[in-house]
């Protein structure tokens, strides 16, 4: 009745359309031509039938999201920024990390050109739109950084966190800042003695902080804690 080729293969069937019957082009338009000459009140009704699995637990999901409650509970404040950095942030970053930037190939605009290869001025851009309404700031962010080495780009997770006060009182801070970092190693299983307190001399996190250290377990950097240098608190008004 609809003119149709039909042809016998071992698991299915290949059907043909005329020429003239150019809006047949996949199988469910074959499906609709069968419905609509059969009547779909007339088609038997069946639940689709199949083998449900639970699908394996994301750990890292797990792990980000266990890590965010406790740092909710603990007053900070979970912030969501903006991957990208402008023009003029990559001016103000130092050169070894500029070098890192990974440059957008058609950013939306000028304040989109690279993806951000830390978290910091992100952080520090929205410490300067919240002091309009708060003098003290405690946030994190728990997202993606991005850079480029030996030609490849990379990507990770990180976890990132300010506090910042009109009146400044960076000692108070900092120590405030490593308490929560200890809390933090404390509640998922680091011992004091699993890590060690280093200089940040040397490596790429002293161009961008003026004080501070890193804490490192097994030769790897796990955290870096430490105040903005003075040329980035001044230039995004913290």
Do not use: H
Not at 126 to 135: G, K, L, M, Q
């Amino acid at each position: 009745r609809l003119g149709f080729t039909i042809k016998a293969r071992k698991k299915y069937l290949l059907v043909s359309p005329p020429s003239f019957r150019n809006d047949i082009q996949v199988k469910e338009d074959v499906i609709g031509e069968i419905i609509r000459l059969r009547g779909i009140d007339n088609i038997p009704s069946r639940l689709p039938t199949g083998i449900l699995t639970v699908p394996p637990q994301n750990e890292l999901w797990q792990f980000r999201q266990e890590l965010r409650d406790w740092l909710r509970g603990d007053n900070l404040d979970e912030v969501y920024t903006y991957s990208f950095l402008g023009e003029k942030d990559k001016e103000k970053l130092p050169s070894n990390w500029q070098k890192l930037l990974v440059e957008v190939a058609n950013p939306t605009s000028a304040l989109m050109k690279y993806l951000r290869p830390t978290l910091l001025i992100n952080l520090l851009q929205a410490v300067s739109s919240n002091f309009r309404f708060r003098d003290e700031v405690n946030f994190f962010e728990d997202d993606k950084i991005y850079w480029q080495e030996e030609g490849k780009i990379k990507e990770e997770f990180v976890l990132g966190g300010i506090l910042a006060r009109k009146k400044k009182s960076f000692p108070r801070l900092f120590y405030y800042g490593k308490g929560i970092l200890e809390d933090l190693f404390s509640r998922w299983g680091v011992s004091e003695d699993g890590y060690e307190l280093k200089s940040l001399a040397g490596s790429k996190y002293s161009t961008l902080l003026s004080q501070g250290a890193l804490a490192v377990a097994d030769g790897k950097i796990i955290a870096v804690l430490g105040i903005p240098t003075t040329e980035l608190l001044k230039y995004y008004d913290c």
